[in-house]
């Protein structure tokens, strides 16, 4: 498989003296892609935003053998680190082709980030042939169905060489086709890259999860694949109701608006 692993030690991050993430033990191998679900409140999100160092927490996150606690955002999106969020953040005036462009342009200059390049970079075509997007490549991105938009974000972090996407709850609000063909796209996606989920979705879950970590009150519960986590009593108890009982999600979980995270943040010198 390929990838990179992402390793995660005792972390924790508290909010006015309460645990939101309470001592986390999480292994990511190469090329999985892991679904984290639980309950409102769990942590998911929380952990997420340490891991991108939206937020202060203690312990230890490694990827690919780099620490990224203490680290900056910018610093760690360089490290090939990405995410998105609930909501689909694009320019919506432009292009898609020209929102994959300008992602495309974290090592381009002000000035040549301006100017028209001639034919369309090699990493832009794989990422529109990735996310089906090629024959939208011409449409304003505000023109684009939901689910578009949020195919058009993972390209946008795609064309930047993301080794690790983070990506929250990406089928909420999605029709069954929208989610079918998303869910195909993180396959692809994670054939190279490690992929973790947020997700609330359980069938969306069922049908893509390669591997399961389940958050409750701020630590796991439990770990495994679908059929091994499905079985789990604690996971039934506190998460998909007991085994008598049809499974409940929960709504979704808050998430602070971030500035766009497929546009390159200037380092300040």
Sequence with gaps: MSGEALTVRDLRVTFDGFPAVDGVDLD??????????????????????????????????????????????????RLGIGRTFQTATVFEGMTVLQNLDIAAGADRGPLTLLRRRRGVPQQVTRALETTGLTALRDRPAGTLAHGQKQWLEIGMLLVQDVRLLLLDEPVAGMSHEEREATGELLQRVAEERTVVVIEHDMDFMRSFARSVSVLHAGRVLSEGTVAEVQADARVQEVYLGRASEPAAAPGPEPAPRPVNPAVPVAEEA
């Design 28 to 77: 990511v191998h190469p090329g999985d892609l892991r679904f984290l679900i639980g309950p409102n409140g769990a942590g998911k999100t929380t952990l997420v935003d340490a891991v991108t160092g939206l937020v202060k927490a203690t312990g230890s996150v490694r990827f690919g053998g780099t620490e990224l606690l203490s680290r900056p955002v910018h610093r760690i999106s």
